[in-house]
């Protein structure tokens, strides 16, 4: 009798450990953005009770909620270029000049050149729209001098110029989204995947806008098509969006910009309750909108870690 109660203390104890670990709490973040559906109307009064989440398909707790009107819900934005996109991106430098002098009073802003797999940083994060100037030129490299624009995002990703917690950390991409290393449409692009884990991690919301350097005599149109759904597949993991005027250039950045402004205007940063299964993983996500008559997008991976450490720890 003795030894068969030894025998099942000692399966309880080596249970103990694994059942402890998964039942383990766990906690996110993420950016959320509610387009109103009239499009005039910005800020719309969010509660945790219009939102139902889902963490790796378990309902999940809304735990803190912040607007993006609010001063407590600051706004870092990095415009990452193409170091090969040259003097093609000429024509639109005044767009961005242009976007970067209206940057609200919360958001602080740093450009970036995609260079030799990395994320140069132009300069600082600053709310300073002639400091932030100072880092705005054509980029200079040659084609391929990105290596892989997938690489550069990674980069910044680990590479944040920041350690604010309750910022929101959004990056645009400009552009054309071809590995290449991968030239080809590749869903399961190894670079690509490490990218968006990266960004997930980091808690980036990912933009793009495409942009094809004219000057490349390697391209063709199967390679564009394959770099805009590369850069599709980003900004829907994160909760972004990607935008693009069929397989060329558009005039201009404006709209593009305008619509970016919108949607600033329109996020919130919720934290999450979840269930940790073992150590800090990345799982799915998903946001339901309810007696709001508007548009909710959502990032389709979160970062989820043990409840009261630091995201990305």
């Known amino acids: 009798m003795k030894s068969k109660l030894a025998a099942v203390l000692a399966v309880l104890l080596l249970t103990l450990p694994s059942l402890a670990a998964f039942a383990a709490p766990g906690q996110g973040q993420a950016v959320v953005t509610v387009l109103p559906k009239d499009s005039n109307l910005t800020g719309l009064n969010i509660q945790p009770q219009n939102l139902e989440l889902k963490v790796d398909g378990k309902s999940s707790n809304v735990t803190n909620l912040a607007a993006a009107r609010n001063p407590e819900s600051p706004l870092e934005l990095v415009l990452l270029i193409d170091g090969g996109a040259r003097a093609s991106l000429g024509t639109q430098l005044t767009d961005i000049a242009g976007f970067i002098k209206e940057i609200p009073k919360n958001a602080k802003i740093a450009i970036a050149y995609m260079e030799n797999g990395r994320a140069a940083l132009a300069g600082p994060l600053s709310s300073d729209p002639q400091q932030i100037l100072k880092g705005l030129h054509l980029p200079a490299g040659p084609p391929g001098t990105n290596a892989s624009p ?23 991409m ?33 933009y793009s806008f495409y942009w094809l350097n004219r000057g490349r005599l ?79 997008i959502a990032p389709q991976q979160v970062f989820v870690h043990p409840a009261g450490s630091v995201s990305g720890e």
Do not use: M
Not at 156 to 165: E, G, I, M, V
């Open 218 to 296: 390697d391209q063709t149109g199967y390679e564009n098509n394959a770099g805009q759904n590369l850069l599709q597949q980003v900004t829907q993991a994160t909760g972004g969006n990607s935008y693009w005027e069929g397989s060329g250039n558009p005039v201009s950045f404006d709209p593009y910009f305008h619509d970016l402004r919108h949607r600033f205007q329109n996020q919130v940063k919720l934290a999450f309750s979840a269930e940790l299964k073992g150590k800090p993983q990345i799982t799915r996500f998903s946001v339901k909108l309810h007696g709001i008559d508007a548009k909710v």
């Open 174 to 206: 400009i552009t054309d989204g071809v590995d290449y290393y991968n030239r080809r449409y590749d869903p399961e692009d190894p670079y690509v995947q490490s990218a968006i884990e990266d960004s997930i991690r980091s808690g980036l919301v990912v």
């Open 150 to 172: 997938y690489f550069c995002l990674s980069d910044l990703a680990k590479n944040w110029p920041s350690h604010d917690q309750n910022a929101r950390r959004e990056v645009l």
